[in-house]
């Protein structure tokens, strides 16, 4: 495909800088882009590689384009949010992967499902009685529906994905690969020997346009449901347990977890390997650092953390070694504090 | 089916305050609960919810029970453990799937493999030569059993669980969807280009009643057994290293990580995204704090912990700078001690 | 299997001290193995173990092997790097797996695949069109390979494991079960409702040698190459964000997170949990300690950590309520250094 970048600048709402005839055939990084390419400056920082970038054209904030310089044959396309407008052209140029809109032979699909127009199962797919799968909605292979399960349109369920009995899934929800919906929530009563499994007898439901990444779980709600909320964002390998709320439009990196019953408000971001504690609530808004631990409710928009960046070993040992002395060091000082207050009153009552 | 309370409560050993010819029809959480359901007060502190609960009837504690409002044609089951009895209530409402008890043409078993009478085999699994599976078990599709290994009677496994060549499950044994029983341990000798595979020859044996939540993985011995005690329960995305022991009824929460050899004693607690080193022991009984690091052994029934609750971005970034200054603060403290004894006993000497 | 433990020092390069002439038949772990078996010393530390081993035989360091007692019909095998030559003791007595090296009629194998000799792909293995598998690879079921991806020769790909499409491995790549490849990276553009999410239109590629441990993760690159660098070998449940480069013989432990970008040097030790913030460089042979939190570039050869180690509960309550009053606490002893600066400057003055 070959457009100009006049052409892009149209789909994209953009305006052109420079050259705008000049034709792109392809997407490219900048330290990778040659003639021909459109490429993307990430960060104002990165800069420095546009005189040394070959690409055809580069992708830029309005606010940026000003100071940059100009050569022949080449352009820039400004645009407000040169993030959304990478985006959409790399969609323009990126070939969607074609399905055969068709039911494998070789998946097992009841009898007792409802499968919508242009669905495609692949072989070795399996679908219980009583699913629901929605138009144009694509199931790969080792992907389980489990009994009465609910597949909306358009979804994509990447290889060996498990959407376990009863859950819901809403329109144009892609699912990659590995990832469970629906598994048993962690719940006992009693102890030791005593103890007894409650039974998870609840729901997930997934909202329209989320997305879930590589082997992430997210666990069935013990009773009622545990609910993904339209439009979240969900990187690899999390744990979402049951009974949890994710608001609407949040967004999770990877390998962070939230405990039973807790409540993420809308537009929250919550960052790599954070841990959340059960019962409690994450306002609107609230951002939350790499790796912090969350263990009381969070303020709507509040920012967070509590991770801590690595040191040199020798010098952590030392920290490391203090830190359980910290309220000793605490009290010393305010021991201090006494003192001198006390020698400050003697030498003021000697004058 | 339908129930008077009296009914459950005699199926669970509690007692009825109230009217105890209200029928039951299901369980629902406190906030959905209506007519004909019985709810379950989790804890003291929703006491407030019951006011506007419409539930037909509510399990709470022997302790709490008296100081509750009575209504009309409703009533309260209190038991001494009320968690328990609402595990019961809710498996009596709570209908178990039933399965086919049948062996699947479109799965692969391999002719020299040992069913037990009942087991039930869906679709897609692959059950390999030597390998036996206990009475009742129900294997679902995706499922791998690997050569010589065994599953014990009335076990479930998952979608998509893989049981690695040799390992050895016991009864009532329930893997989740995408857990990884006998994989590799992570053993290497020797660095760089030199650096060679320790080939993991031994197995992973669960015991009886484990129950092991969605993608947590357990790698087999390198000689030996990995073990997983009679009643342990273990949550998602947990890390179990080669030779690694857990103690009967220990309770391991998510995306914990165990390393190798370190042996974990009976009734342990380790919070979520504890992470543990290897070739260290966890007493019996021992309880760890969600994030935690354990670096040492830990002596029976001790209570540890060294998370860190996120505190506000601002505030955080200045605590972060004066950690690595923590042996500096040290020493200034006691510089300052030091010198005001030397003051003080300047001043006594003037006297 | 039956060999003298001269043979075996021959076969690793290590010289016998006792009885070279006994006959070993296995390798057991230094507390079960008897008769007839060949253990390991893994640790200087576990010498006490030697009196009341009944082994025939113990690999051990050339340096300890001095002071070791000698026993009647007993011998040790002395090595340069004993671990080393564990590994390969081990992998003599430890019988390869056998495969069938046909491709099963119950597998689905694209027409336009191209599969080389002796490959062996088990059934509800999943080729699709493009695919090209090097000679005397391996394809466990459930395993599935996308559109034009490309496996090398001698590979092992365990159950269930998932090869999006066109991401390539190379020569002897392990990859144990659940681990994906290829996922698509975590990226979006916008906010709210007007995010989009940004195409994945890169590939991963995994260098020869490399091992990856169950059910981890490795995203492809939004445009060009994720890459793990020959020899690199990760364990369970790690996150490999799109574009991460992971430099040679590099290991990884499980449960870390990197994201995306970020480029790992070769050489380089991360301990188990922890986690790299994006568009950052780890420097060749840096060592990185567990739970550790890496927000900016590490210089080669570092040595760093963060990870804390856990206190009793309760005192350390103390300081996890202490540690947002760090500044305080530093200000106070500033305060303190003046006043006493004060003090002796108003005693001096006084002489």
């Not at 990084?29 to 970038?53: K, M």
């Not at 999390?238 to 994710?246: E, K, S, T, Y």
């Not at 359980?324 to 006494?338: I, M």
Request: positive net charge; hydrophobic residues 45%.
């Amino acid at each position: 495909m070959n457009k100009t970048l006049a052409e892009l600048a149209q789909h994209v709402g953009g305006t052109v800088v420079g050259d705008s005839q000049v034709i792109i055939e392809k997407v490219a990084s900048i330290d990778e882009a040659g003639a021909g390419a459109i490429t993307f400056l990430a960060n104002p920082r990165y800069r420095r590689y546009l005189s040394v970038c070959r690409a055809s054209a580069v992708i830029v904030g309005m606010d940026v384009v000003r100071g940059l310089p100009l050569r022949d044959g080449k352009g820039y396309l400004a645009a407000s949010d040169p993030y959304v407008a990478f985006a959409k052209i790399l969609k323009l140029f990126h070939d969607s992967p074609r399905f055969s809109r068709t039911v494998s032979s070789f998946a097992h699909v009841d009898p007792a499902a409802d499968l919508g127009e242009a669905v495609t199962i692949f072989p070795h797919a399996y679908v219980s009685g009583g699913v629901k799968i929605g138009r144009r909605t694509v199931v790969f292979p080792g992907v389980f529906l489990g009994e009465g399960s609910e597949v909306g349109e358009d979804c994509v369920l990447h290889p060996n994905v498990v959407v376990c009995a009863g859950c819901r899934l809403g329109n144009r929800v892609i699912l990659h690969a590995g990832v469970v919906i629906g598994s048993d929530g962690f719940g006992y009563a009693g102890q030791g020997e005593g103890r007894v499994k409650i039974p998870q007898i609840g729901i997930v439901v997934v909202e329209d346009d989320v997305e879930i990444g590589a082997n992430t779980t997210v666990d069935r709600a013990t009773i009622g449901r545990t609910v993904i909320g339209r439009g979240a964002k969900i990187d690899n390998l999390v744990q979402i347990a049951h009974n949890v709320v994710i608001g609407e439009y949040s967004v999770i990196a990877a390998q962070v977890g939230i405990a039973g019953s807790t409540r993420i408000g809308k537009n929250v971001t919550l960052a790599g390997q954070v841990g959340i504690v059960n019962h409690i609530q994450v306002g609107d808004g609230a951002t939350i650092g790499p790796q912090s631990g969350i263990a009381q409710s969070v303020t709507p928009g509040a920012v967070l953390s509590s991770g801590i960046p690595a040191a040199p070993h020798r010098e952590w040992l030392k920290v490391m070694t203090l830190l359980p002395r910290l309220p000793k060091l605490w009290h010393a000082v305010r021991g201090l504090e006494k003192k001198l207050f006390e020698i400050d009153k003697r030498e003021s009552s000697k004058l």
